[in-house]
T-cell receptor
Framework: ETGVTQTPRHLVMGMTNKKSLKCEQH?????MYWYKQSAKKPLELMFV???????ENNSVPSRFSPECPNSSHLFLHLHTLQPEDSALYLC?????????????FGPGTRLTVT | AQKVTQAQTEISVVEKEDVTLDCVYE???????LFWYKQPPSGELVFLIR??????QNEISGRYSWNFQKSTSSFNFTITASQVVDSAVYFC???????????????FGQGTRLTINP
């Protein structure tokens, strides 16, 4: 495996379900990110983890709960979502050390909330 | 606050034409970084280039070139002799100062959907 992988690639869930999105990076990076990409909206940064500590939470509703057990893995736990949460969820990683380091993205999880 | 504007929502050209994607940014930072990403239909954002605010030299990579002009706060992207495989959504992004060293915050533009027709 290389780069950033995300599973599942597609997910359909009801509003009362609980599911988790998984992200794994194989680049030796120590910062990881969750983004939300909705139709006709810019990519929205949701969470940032640096050295496994959450350093940024952009006013995301509590029905989204991130978890970063180590520098290679990042989860997004979902519960009681709303239809407007349907979107492409992208994970990214970068190497801590300054703003110059580009982020590498995974293929995303296409989430549909019914 | 940082902001990135990509005024062109969609562009459609015929193969082999040159095409320029515009990007205008706003920031109060004196040190910042600009990026271009490509998002093909598969969904994954592919990193294309990074440019820091102190380097205004234009850059060329094969058929791709970038024109960074601080005077107009623009970082435009040109594809020469476009090909069908260039069809994708292209995003311009600006790094924002993070309160914590290291982890960066990227501010993205709305993206430009580029279609190259055979």
């Amino acid at each position: 495996e290389t780069g950033v992988t995300q599973t599942p690639r597609h997910l359909v869930m009801g509003m009362t379900n609980k599911k988790s999105l998984k992200c794994e990076q194989h680049l030796g990076h120590n910062a990881m990110y969750w983004y939300k990409q909705s139709a006709k909206k810019p990519l929205e940064l949701m969470f940032v983890y640096s050295l496994e500590e959450r350093v940024e939470n952009n006013s995301v509703p509590s029905r989204f709960s991130p978890e970063c057990p180590n520098s290679s893995h990042l989860f997004l736990h979902l519960h009681t979502l709303q239809p407007e949460d349907s979107a492409l969820y992208l994970c990214a990683s970068s190497q801590e050390g300054g703003a110059s380091y580009e982020q590498y993205f995974g293929p995303g999880t296409r989430l549909t909330v019914t | 606050a940082q902001k990135v504007t990509q005024a062109q929502t969609e562009i459609s050209v015929v193969e082999k034409e040159d095409v320029t994607l515009d990007c205008v940014y706003e920031t109060r930072d004196t040190t910042y970084y600009l990026f271009w990403y490509k998002q093909p239909p598969s969904g994954e954002l592919v990193f294309l280039i990074r440019r820091n605010s102190f380097d205004e030299q234009n850059e060329i990579s094969g058929r791709y070139s970038w024109n960074f002009q601080k005077s107009t706060s623009s970082f435009n992207f040109t594809i020469t002799a476009s090909q069908v495989v260039d069809s994708a959504v292209y995003f311009c992004a600006l790094s924002e100062e993070s309160p914590t060293q290291g982890a960066q915050k990227l501010v993205f533009g709305q993206g430009t959907r580029l279609t190259i027709n055979p």
